[in-house]
């Protein structure tokens, strides 16, 4: 079961840190991600950091504004967002799979979903 939370209203050049709780025996080895859906677009991939917390995965539009973190004796995973822009407003969801491995080598086909935290960047 995985809980996103820390989304909320932020101004433009902001930063907002997301967190998402996991539970279950094997969730400190998932590879666990963050994706966001933006009103009236796709869901995208934002990033990923594998069950180690070894390797990190980032989209290439946010390499360097994001930072995704995990602590896995907290069950919690963690984005940091910096800089934060308008068009970053998104829902943002937290999902996990036991492939612990780049996820858009299996075109980011999670194995579990988290419910979305809502994020608003106003200009």
């Known amino acids: 079961q995985l809980q996103a939370f820390g989304g909320g209203l932020v101004q433009a050049g902001g930063s907002l840190r997301l967190s998402c709780a996991t539970s279950?025996?094997?969730?400190?080895?998932?590879?666990m991600a963050w994706f966001r859906q933006a009103p009236g677009k796709q869901r995208e991939f934002v990033a990923a950091?594998?069950?180690?917390?070894?390797?990190?995965y980032y989209a290439d539009s946010m390499k360097g504004q994001f930072t995704i973190s995990r602590e896995n004796r907290k069950n919690t995973v963690y984005l940091q967002m910096n800089s934060l822009k308008p068009e970053d407003t998104a829902v943002y969801y937290c999902?996990?799979?036991?492939?612990?491995?780049?996820?858009?080598?299996?075109?980011?086909?999670?194995?579990?979903w988290g419910k979305g935290t809502e994020v608003t960047v106003s200009s």
């Open positions: 999902a996990a799979d036991a492939r612990n491995y780049n996820p858009a080598n299996y075109y980011y086909n999670m194995d579990y």
């Open positions: 279950g025996r094997t969730a400190s080895t998932y590879l």
């Open positions: 950091i594998t069950w180690s917390g070894g390797t990190s």
